[in-house]
Nanobody
């Protein structure tokens, strides 16, 4: 009932920047945590960064100081600003959101994933 749509991936040279966006739609009542994960070929999906509704953030050590996660609660949208990109950042990036769908006393918890967006960093 809650859909996530990502955008902003692409091909960039090492040292470059990209900005990913992810918008939630559907019967969103509230979203507690939004985050970005990535999966490189032959590897497991890993956490990149998360942000709570209050703005608390968490980053993987590999992206600290280079990536910045932010969100617009009014638009149910999360962003990932990626600077100083490295070839090892190449992966499919997935958006995730955990919260409640529906309304009022009829709201139910949800956890949704986006379809993924490819980020390729060339050396």
């Amino acid at each position: 009932q809650v859909q996530l749509v990502e955008s902003g991936g692409g091909l960039v040279q090492a040292g470059g920047s990209l900005r990913l966006s992810c918008a939630a739609s559907g019967r969103v009542f509230s979203i507690n945590v939004m985050g970005w994960y990535r999966q490189a070929p032959g590897k497991q999906r890993e956490l990149v960064a998360t942000i709570t509704s209050g703005g608390s953030t968490n980053y993987a050590d590999s992206v600290k100081g280079r990536f910045t996660i932010s969100r617009d609660n009014a638009k149910n949208t999360v962003y990932l600003q990626m600077n100083s990109l490295k070839p090892e950042d190449t992966a499919v990036y997935y958006c995730n959101a955990d919260g409640y769908s529906g309304s009022g006393a009829f709201s139910r918890p949800f956890s949704s994933w986006g379809q993924g967006t490819q980020v390729t960093v060339s050396s």
